[in-house]
């Protein structure tokens, strides 16, 4: 794993639109959060790209993108880190499980 470092603050339009979709979960108000923490996934993935085939870095970015959902729907501000440093963890943490995962396969 490349010792990438994630912001070190959320921003507050994505606490705002955190907010909103934590009062009234909907589908729409989640893809808004995470639309605007797809930047983590980008330099997630930014500093492994050059190793990667094509196919497989579009695959990783969609593994690392599910993540992120996942991450945004079971933050709890009461019990998690700050939200931007859970989704950054939760991508990073599929990275690594990607990397273990990345042998080679018979065609």
């Known amino acids: 794993m490349s010792a990438v470092s994630p912001p070190l603050a959320v921003s507050t339009a994505v606490?705002?639109?955190?907010?909103?979709?934590?009062?009234?979960?909907?589908?729409?108000?989640?893809?808004?959060?995470?639309?605007?923490?797809?930047?983590?996934?980008?330099?997630?993935?930014?500093?492994?790209?050059?190793?990667?085939?094509?196919?497989?870095?579009?695959?990783?970015?969609a593994r690392a993108c599910a993540e992120l959902v996942r991450a945004v729907e079971s933050f709890d501000p009461r019990r998690d880190r700050p939200l931007e440093r859970h989704a950054w963890e939760a991508v990073r943490a599929h990275e690594s499980a990607g990397q273990a995962d990345a042998t080679p396969r018979a065609a």
Request: with cysteine; proline share 4%; net charge positive.
């Open 15 to 61: 606490a705002v639109r955190w907010r909103a979709y934590a009062r009234r979960r909907s589908d729409r108000r989640r893809d808004e959060v995470v639309f605007a923490l797809l930047p983590l996934v980008r330099q997630a993935l930014e500093a492994e790209a050059a190793s990667l085939a094509p196919g497989e870095r579009c695959a990783r970015g």
